[in-house]
């Protein structure tokens, strides 16, 4: 064999041979990972879907066999999640309705008893409630104790048809006033509640808040702001139906949601930590009297903690209360 033969025989990759074979290896790489990604969240959604058809086979079953109403827990029904997984069973008794839902890591879908075609969306926990009025024939706050003040309000059907579910406010004098401050005793907060409007709104006609810290209320016709000092969002409301919106605040910033979603977002804002009262449909909300809202409002809440998309999702398809 010649020295030149044995030469080429002995030569390793060159430098560039090399790097392209390290280019390969890492596309190969990122190709097998994100199949391995997809296939996790594919038996990820799976399973949580899964569990959910399963649970509401036996919830479902429970009221059909007592002819009554729907279980108060799951575990009355005997139903537990897969390994990995955790269920959401949100129940009231006052409407017997429900909302169910599984999770496994960010991944959820839930159903209601209204509605049982699955969704991607977690049913709200009662975790940070401070405040919920549901406005059922009365201004209570059925979850604190921040009850409202009935001020030239009429009841109306609400969001669920139900009769006297809800209130309607004439645009000129009626509010429903707790008398006292709330959205300033919070850190992180979420607030909101369903709203019905059918015609233009007054300049600054509110939706609920407290002025000079947490105030929601209409400027251009059905545009509903929603601000706090330093930050202000805005989407807005369609005039026909119900309409969910809610206010979202914490260390990042504000969401405002519309159905569900998400449709405005902002960073900054700050509490003022202001001691003017916390107000429904007027009475002073982003200023300290009137804002006058001319449209119906039903099941208001304030959470002392920001509410996550799927959260919002849940609140959306559960309806009011």
């Not at 897969?82 to 496994?104: I, M, P, Q, R």
């Not at 209204?114 to 059925?142: F, K, V």
């Not at 805005?234 to 949601?257: A, E, M, N, T």
Request: charge should be neutral; include cysteine.
């Amino acid at each position: 064999m010649s020295r030149s033969s044995h030469f080429r025989l002995r030569r390793g990759f060159t430098i560039v041979e090399l790097l392209i074979v390290i280019v390969v290896i890492g596309i190969l790489a990122v190709i097998a990972f994100t199949s391995f990604r997809s296939a996790q969240e594919r038996a990820r959604t799976a399973s949580v879907q899964s569990d959910v058809s399963r649970a509401v086979k036996q919830v479902e079953a429970r009221k059909a066999q007592d002819g009554n109403s729907y279980p108060s827990t799951l575990a009355s029904v005997g139903v537990t999640a897969s390994e990995g997984n955790s269920f959401n069973y949100v129940y009231s008794a006052t409407t017997d309705t429900y909302c169910l839902s599984s999770t496994s890591g960010n991944t959820s879908y839930l159903v209601t008893s209204d509605d049982r075609r699955q969704r991607a969306g977690a049913c709200p926990t009662a975790a940070g409630l401070i405040a919920q009025w549901r406005l059922n024939g009365n201004g209570n706050d059925s979850a604190g104790s921040f009850n409202g003040t009935l001020n030239n309000v009429t009841g109306v059907a609400g969001q669920d048809g139900a009769a006297n579910g809800a209130y309607s406010f004439n645009g000129t004098n009626s509010y429903i006033g707790t008398g006292q401050p709330i959205s300033n005793t919070t850190g992180s907060f979420s607030i909101g509640g369903w709203v019905y409007i059918s015609t233009a709104q007054a300049y600054r006609a509110g939706f609920v808040g407290q002025n000079d810290d947490v105030e929601m209320f209409f400027t251009a016709n059905n545009q509903l702001n929603m601000y706090i000092p330093g930050a202000i969002v805005s989407c807005v409301i369609p005039y026909s139906g119900w309409h969910l919106s809610y206010f979202v605040y914490d260390s990042s910033g504000i969401k405002q949601y519309l159905d569900g979603a998400v449709c405005a977002s902002a960073s900054g804002g700050a509490h003022s930590n202001g001691g003017s009262n916390f107000n429904l449909g007027g009475g002073g909300i982003a200023d300290n009297t009137g804002n006058w809202l001319d449209g119906r409002l039903d099941d208001i809440r304030i959470y002392n903690r920001a509410l996550s998309d799927g959260e919002m999702q849940g609140l959306y398809a559960l309806g009011a209360q």
